[in-house]
């Protein structure tokens, strides 16, 4: 029989799904309150995102090239 070579604990623990579900609601009650804000600030994640790719772009091509 084969054995699992790197047990990982599933499922998490209900304060674990609590939690989620509260950071879910409140995303959403921003989202509803707020939209222009929510909507500036979801736009500077995805700036953020792609000035970080860009970044170990750049970082990468120095060092390796």
Same mark, same amino acid.
């Given at each position: &029989?084969? %054995?699992? &070579?790197? /047990? &990982?604990?599933?499922? *998490? @623990?209900?304060? %674990?799904? =609590? $939690?989620?579900?509260?950071? =879910?609601?409140? =995303? ?5 309150? !707020? /939209?222009?804000?929510?909507? *500036?600030?979801?736009? *500077?994640? =995805? !700036?953020?995102? @792609? %000035?970080? $790719?860009?970044? $170990? @772009?750049?970082?990468? %091509?120095?060092?390796? *090239?």
């Amino acid at each position: &029989m084969a %054995r699992n &070579m790197l /047990p &990982m604990k599933t499922g *998490g @623990g209900a304060l %674990r799904k =609590v $939690i989620g579900v509260l950071v =879910v609601l409140a =995303v959403l009650a921003l989202v509803v309150q !707020h /939209p222009a804000d929510a909507a *500036g600030w979801a736009i *500077g994640a =995805v !700036h953020l995102v @792609g %000035r970080v $790719i860009s970044g $170990i @772009g750049a970082f990468l %091509r120095d060092t390796l *090239g």
